[in-house]
T-cell receptor, first 110, second 115 residues
């Protein structure tokens, strides 16, 4: 089982749609969780950290289920500018490195 | 300008040649990282450094060498380039590591092609 697995995508949605991405991780000792965003041929940038209690940042909501080792990202009212690849990221067991998922591509169309 | 820069941005080299990719950050971040990104694999950690003169291997270190004599610089050297090292290389830095407050800031990447 890969350390971080994500929905393969791509997700093609119209503007205004709500879309959800899922991610599972294999190491129960992982302590920190993140969603990064990567635009085409650009560097990854932190979108948001993910907390056990769930957290929201504007149109974005992240959830963590430690028991199921499952992370989600919900995007409401999708914008054209949300088109990107979303990377699920967790820390390794030792807490010395970030482990990246392969990413899920979102394409929002008008 | 403040930030993290990489050079060169694009590089074409031949099998067997030595190549050095440069990374420079102006934030005085303690931690620096090198990743490679390939289709089908996502981002994979090559080496990281917790401070000047402290480096450690990541997931895919074979064929690479790093050094960190100054906090702001973290060069990555391919001692004898192979075609399998054709990739996009990203450098990153963070002030801390551990907990939820360890955002890594990435450079723009270097696209390396080994012929």
């Amino acid at each position: 089982r890969k350390e971080v697995e994500q929905d393969p995508g791509p997700f093609n949605v119209p503007e205004g749609a709500t879309v959800a991405f899922n991610c599972t991780y294999s190491n129960s000792a992982s302590q920190s969780f993140f969603w990064y965003r990567q635009d085409c041929r650009k560097e990854p940038k932190l979108l948001m950290s993910v907390y056990s209690s769930g957290n929201e940042d504007g149109r974005f909501t992240a959830q963590l289920n430690r028991a199921s080792q499952y992370i989600s990202l919900l995007i409401r009212d999708s914008k054209l500018s949300d088109s990107a690849t979303y990377l699920c990221v967790v820390t390794n067991q030792a807490g010395t490195a970030l482990i990246f998922g392969k990413g899920t591509t979102l394409s929002v169309s008008s | 300008d403040a930030g993290i820069t990489q050079s060169p941005r694009y590089k074409i080299t031949e099998t067997g040649r030595q190549v050095t990719l440069m990374c420079h950050q102006t934030w005085s971040h303690s931690y620096m990282f090198w990743y490679r990104q390939d289709l089908g694999h996502g981002l994979r950690l090559i080496y990281y450094s917790a401070a000047a003169d402290i480096t450690d291997k990541g997931e895919v270190p074979d064929g690479y060498v790093v050094s960190r004599s100054k906090t702001e610089n973290f060069p990555l050297t391919l001692e004898s380039a192979t075609r399998s090292q054709t990739s996009v290389y990203f450098c990153a830095s963070s002030q801390t590591f551990g907990g939820s407050y360890n955002e890594q800031f990435f450079g723009p990447g270097t696209r390396l092609t080994v012929l």
